[in-house]
């Protein structure tokens, strides 16, 4: 399975969906497709003032101009482009990739570096990048050498009458937005929804999902939250977003073997190894998609018990899933008790 893919099935608006599909008197347009290496949706119900073709071919050219921006995927990207560079000197980025890197400096801050958009050389040489799988782990030495090129400190964000600029001091430097880049294309969508005076709505990108209002059937959007294993799909808890933002970071579906051990996508920076501990997901709920995409990496790498006492710290809707002896157990924050549905 693909892992973008994986990742979209953790969360989802199953129940919304079928419910709307089997009511004849539904007045719900779903429109899907595929961007980052995922797929993405939209939902829209009530009246709008616009077509359902012309709404694909806005939601493509948002999501397009994100990929062109952002995508590591892409190797003339703005983002790319900034990687490939061995410049010291500030290079214009578009406003929105100034957004998505001031929330990464942020959380990268409040999580003591546990979410770290610099650790792209770690992230590659894992083969979780671009360039895909490697089939034996990196050795200490490897390692070592990745990450004298990684570290937030190493990266300043300049803002002038002009526009934005991204500024590097160690030439080798890898930018990674993948973390993030599924919440701001959840983002974009909902911007776009605001510009057609759209008010009921469901969109998501990959694992990153927002909604607002109610569904063709007049009753709110429900969001899935599902089990966290690779085999079953069954549904842990269901969320009513309410506005909100939503996304959910795992370890157990994008990953790799070797010797009986299996290597997350997930890389705690500080050891330059993918994580190994018992939490499973973090699921945020916050007010963007981008903020909620941010967090769910940073409690991840944490750990279950780092990220209940941060989410606690910080006032954050969270719901973590760690395995036990005898399966699962799972932890929510009052915040994230507020969205459930049961
Ligand atoms: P999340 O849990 O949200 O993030 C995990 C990812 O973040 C890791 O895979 C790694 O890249 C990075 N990461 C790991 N550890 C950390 C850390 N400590 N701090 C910060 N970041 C960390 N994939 C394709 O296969 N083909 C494509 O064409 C493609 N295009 C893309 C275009 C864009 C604009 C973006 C943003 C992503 C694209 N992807 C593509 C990647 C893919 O779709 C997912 O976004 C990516 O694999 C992250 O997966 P996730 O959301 O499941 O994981």
Request: hydrophobic share 40%; glycine share 10%.
């Amino acid at each position: 399975m693909a892992k973008a893919f994986a990742k979209g099935l953790l969360l989802s608006a199953l129940f919304s969906l079928l419910a709307a599909c089997n009511d004849p008197q539904s007045r719900q347009i779903d429109i899907d497709g595929k961007t980052m290496g995922t797929f993405y949706s939209v939902k829209v119900s009530g009246d709008i003032a616009i077509s359902p073709q012309q709404l694909r071919r806005q939601i493509d050219a948002v999501l397009e101009r994100a990929n062109d921006d952002i995508s590591t995927y892409r190797a003339d990207s703005v983002l790319s482009r900034f990687n490939q560079s061995r410049s010291a000197d500030p290079q214009p980025i578009p406003r929105g990739m100034a957004d998505i890197i001031l929330m990464a400096q942020r959380i990268g801050r409040d999580t003591g570096g546990a979410m770290d958009i610099t650790v792209g050389p770690l992230v590659n040489l894992w083969g979780f990048g671009p360039d895909k799988r490697v089939v034996k782990a990196p050795d200490a030495r490897q390692i070592d050498a990745a990450k004298q090129n990684v570290g937030l400190q190493h990266l300043k964000l300049l803002s002038d009458s002009r526009g934005e600029w991204l500024q590097k001091d160690l030439p080798n430097m890898y930018v990674d937005l993948s973390t993030l880049g599924e919440g701001y294309g959840a983002d974009e969508l909902v911007r776009l929804m605001a510009r057609n005076g759209i008010t009921n709505y469901l969109v998501s990108v990959g694992g990153a999902v927002s909604s607002r209002g109610v569904n063709g059937q007049g009753k709110p959007w429900r969001v899935a939250i599902q089990k966290p294993t690779d085999r079953e799909n069954a549904v842990q808890a269901l969320v009513d977003l309410q506005g909100y933002g939503i996304s959910t970071a795992g370890s157990y579906r994008n990953y790799f073997e070797q010797d009986g051990h299996r290597y997350s996508h997930v890389i705690d920076p500080t050891t330059g190894r993918p994580i190994d501990h018992r939490l499973v997901s973090a699921t945020v709920i916050a007010p963007t998609a981008l903020e909620a995409d941010g967090w769910d990496t940073g409690l991840m790498v944490l750990g279950s018990e780092k990220a209940l006492k941060l989410a606690e710290e910080k006032g954050l809707a969270v719901y973590l899933i760690s395995k036990t002896d005898e399966g699962f157990s799972a932890v929510m924050t009052p915040q994230f008790k507020a969205f459930l549905l049961q």
